[in-house]
């Protein structure tokens, strides 16, 4: 569940900063991903990332 506060543009500043730094090997995605311009995501960690921009 993607908690309250998150907004679109927190998901989407989160991904810019992914595609900068990559996604560290603890943090891949075991099930699911999140599809962005065709790029794939571990949701976790797109949430993870996308907090510290509230």
């Keep these: 569940m993607i908690p309250?506060?998150?907004q679109r543009q927190h998901i989407i500043?989160?991904?810019d900063l992914i595609d900068r730094e990559g996604v560290?090997?603890?943090?891949k995605s075991t099930k699911f991903d999140l599809l962005h311009n065709e790029k794939k995501?571990?949701?976790k960690y797109?949430?993870?990332k996308a907090n510290f921009f509230l």
């Excluded at 560290?24 to 943090?27: E, K, L, R, V």
């Design 41 to 43: 995501y571990p949701p």
């Design 4 to 6: 309250q506060n998150i």
């Design 46 to 48: 797109v949430i993870l």
């Design 24 to 27: 560290p090997p603890q943090h």
């Design 13 to 15: 500043q989160a991904i």
